[in-house]
């Protein structure tokens, strides 16, 4: 049995609903993976994630902040990430690469790897293909991801292709080591009787910056090296909107037929069914979670910052359409009253209710890709999102 | 129909098992309340005090914090502190008194009553009696405490008996303040179908710091105003514990056999155990929430610093023989990586934990006062508690 098997069942223009299985469960597509950095989506209880709210298939964990702390020993110990977290749901990790490419001045990048220094302790680190796909073999996430690097948004043309070839090179070694692992069994973290060959999935990563030409080569060198599935990665890294959609627009359909396809690190609901109307599968970002914690809603008449004075009486729920647990039994004012006195249930409530959102909007997503009226559902939600013009 | 009504059912030695009936609900004492400070438990959602897993049957909120932010205003126009917050089960208030006392210098406490410094932006304000009265009645709390001052737990005899006497006066002045709004159908808050008089009860308090004679006269002041309950406040406020227990052994026995017996501010399990069989019937305490956030689980085996690095692999539940969500799912090496992270679901789980603990602590107490085993059940309560050693 394959690590997961992907088919799409309805397609409309380029929009796709589909079906990802994997040994985890069963994943309805276009799917938004909520992130879990450190083994937790932050301010939420995995009982939340799994209830019917927000009933989250996939979520993300981050090879490079786990792999710092608690550090891979302790997570083996413990049979994996899964049994770590006591997530039993499918798990995608990505490789440290986007992250270390972040740190800045802080890293050093060469054709071996990348040497950087941990933001934990300060110590000198280095994370190469071969080691990230250790360290993910060691969570045992269902969903691998290549080590890539990343150029800046607004990188040149040479600059970018330099990246994007080491991109490719990585690549290579990253399916190369993790062929390795999967048949030497290796030990993936998790506990005897999963330690599986081919228990785990690997997806390659399209970059290129907003340099159409430079994408169109890297998704050939990507597919070329065959994966389970295709990422584009290097967008929302600080190039104007318009870019990443062309990229989006122009890339996406060129992507193979028959794999998930996976925009990284995006980003607003309005982004997300954007991007599904180009032709994408998956999605994840911080966006529901970290500005949850700082008091702004996502909401289907657009954002709401929960601090604002108007707010003070207001009797109504964060989003009068919305039937999470949050919206069913708070009110703005409470909410505002929470966020103002600085208690934590704010953070809590307002992180439930944006995942509720975003997850129900890919739901809406889907039912109306296989309806045949995901056109109406854009046009509709896009108008509605408006409506406050916050 | 009173607002409470109160019945001891079974009683061993001074031990008493009882039901306090209020308009939202039947209180089995004796009972835990959680800290609701300022209109949030803190780190836990309602959801979770109203499972089964804690099934918390009534909470405290804090006059004095409630009243500087959001303001009355505000919890009045959502039609009191029940509806602002969701909560539908009972709701006791503290006066504020304590709070007010507790700012030390920035306070000045005259005959009419305590002026302070806002501790949320500095202004100058003045809390009294017959305020507080007003302040508790548009809370719309089901049980209103009188507006009294503490004296340090070394205070000399005439400071005390001063502090005492002031506090008698004060409870007089409460009542009558209380009994006016009440009878006036006083807008407690509520919406207007449950705008009645005597919807509130009021408790009076027993001051008098260490000194038993002065505790004694205390009572006496207190029960001759006659209100619905009494309660032993000025303890866990610097005295030593001897002192506290010499105090509750002397004084809760000589309170009204009929009425509930509330011990302010206390404690730790052992101590609720220690006080319920000297006749207490109601707690709160913010120990078990304050000390979730700082890394300290309180567990059948003794208190466990979830930092410590013994943890780090350590696959047990925090408390083997807890039942709660908490323990059923997550491991200590988990719970010690959230902390260790600084994330805020290490908060969440610990606080959920403490509070099932102490919750489950006062069902076991119930349970066997009413089997008659309560001498048991505090014998192998005490001696559990020293397993660990901490």
């Given at each position: 049995?394959?690590?997961?098997?992907?088919?799409?069942?309805?397609?409309?223009?380029?929009?796709?609903?589909?079906?990802?299985?994997?040994?985890?469960?069963?994943?309805?597509?276009?799917?938004?993976?909520?992130?879990?950095?450190?083994?937790?989506?932050?301010?939420?209880?995995?009982?939340?994630?799994?209830?019917?709210?927000?009933?989250?298939?996939?979520?993300?964990?981050?090879?490079?902040?786990?792999?710092?702390?608690?550090?891979?020993?302790?997570?083996?110990?413990?049979?994996?990430?899964?049994?770590?977290?006591?997530?039993?749901?499918?798990?995608?990790?990505?490789?440290?690469?986007?992250?270390?490419?972040?740190?800045?001045?802080?890293?050093?990048?060469?054709?071996?790897?990348?040497?950087?220094r941990s933001h934990v302790d300060g110590s000198l680190r280095f994370l190469s293909p071969e080691i990230s796909m250790e360290v993910q073999a060691a969570l045992g996430s269902d969903i691998v991801m290549v080590f890539d690097e990343c150029a800046p948004g607004e990188a040149s043309h040479d600059e970018t292709e330099r990246s994007m070839n080491l991109t490719a090179r990585w690549a290579k070694r990253s399916k190369t080591a993790f062929d390795q692992l999967q048949s030497d069994g290796a030990d993936t973290g998790r506990r005897e009787v999963e330690c599986l060959?081919?228990?785990?999935?690997?997806?390659?990563?399209?970059?290129?910056?907003?340099?159409?030409?430079?994408?169109?080569?890297?998704?050939?060198?990507?597919?070329?090296?065959?994966?389970?599935?295709?990422?584009?990665?290097?967008?929302?890294?600080?190039?104007?909107?318009?870019?990443?959609?062309?990229?989006?627009?122009?890339?996406?359909?060129?992507?193979?037929?028959?794999?998930?396809?996976?925009?990284?690190?995006?980003?607003?609901?309005?982004?997300?069914?954007?991007?599904?109307?180009?032709?994408?599968?998956?999605?994840?970002?911080?966006?529901?979670?970290?500005?949850?914690?700082?008091?702004?809603?996502?909401?289907?008449?657009?954002?709401?910052?929960?601090?604002?004075?108007?707010?003070?009486?207001?009797?109504?729920?964060?989003?009068?359409?919305?039937?999470?647990?949050?919206?069913?039994?708070?009110?703005?004012?409470?909410?505002?009253?929470?966020?103002?006195?600085?208690?934590?249930?704010?953070?809590?409530?307002?992180?439930?209710?944006?995942?509720?959102?975003?997850?129900?909007?890919?739901?809406?997503?889907?039912?109306?890709?296989?309806?045949?009226?995901?056109?109406?559902?854009?046009?509709?939600?896009?108008?509605?999102?408006?409506?406050?013009?916050?």
């Open positions: 049995m394959d690590a997961i098997r992907f088919t799409v069942e309805a397609q409309q223009d380029q929009a796709r609903a589909g079906v990802l299985t994997t040994r985890r469960g069963v994943i309805e597509t276009p799917v938004f993976m909520p992130v879990g950095t450190a083994g937790t989506v932050k301010g939420i209880r995995f009982e939340a994630l799994e209830s019917d709210d927000l009933d989250a298939k996939i979520i993300l964990g981050n090879t490079y902040h786990l792999w710092l702390r608690p550090g891979i020993d302790v997570i083996k110990s413990a049979g994996g990430l899964h049994a770590f977290t006591s997530w039993d749901r499918a798990l995608l990790t990505d490789s440290g690469g986007f992250q270390v490419w972040s740190l800045g001045a802080l890293r050093k990048i060469s054709e071996e790897g990348t040497q950087f060959s081919g228990a785990q999935a690997l997806f390659g990563i399209v970059q290129g910056a907003g340099h159409l030409d430079l994408r169109r080569i890297s998704l050939q060198q990507t597919v070329s090296i065959g994966f389970d599935g295709y990422a584009i990665g290097g967008l929302s890294v600080g190039e104007e909107k318009s870019v990443m959609f062309e990229v989006i627009e122009d890339i996406a359909p060129r992507m193979p037929q028959n794999a998930p396809r996976y925009l990284m690190g995006v980003g607003t609901p309005e982004d997300l069914v954007e991007a599904v109307a180009r032709g994408v599968d998956m999605f994840d970002c911080v966006l529901p979670t970290r500005n949850g914690r700082t008091g702004q809603a996502f909401t289907s008449r657009g954002k709401l910052n929960i601090k604002n004075a108007q707010f003070t009486n207001d009797s109504r729920p964060l989003d009068e359409s919305c039937r999470c647990s949050v919206c069913r039994r708070h009110t703005r004012a409470y909410l505002r009253h929470l966020y103002i006195a600085g208690e934590m249930l704010a953070s809590i409530l307002l992180t439930h209710h944006n995942l509720a959102f975003f997850l129900d909007t890919m739901r809406g997503v889907r039912q109306s890709i296989r309806s045949g009226d995901f056109p109406k559902f854009r046009r509709e939600f896009t108008e509605r999102l408006g409506a406050n013009g916050e």
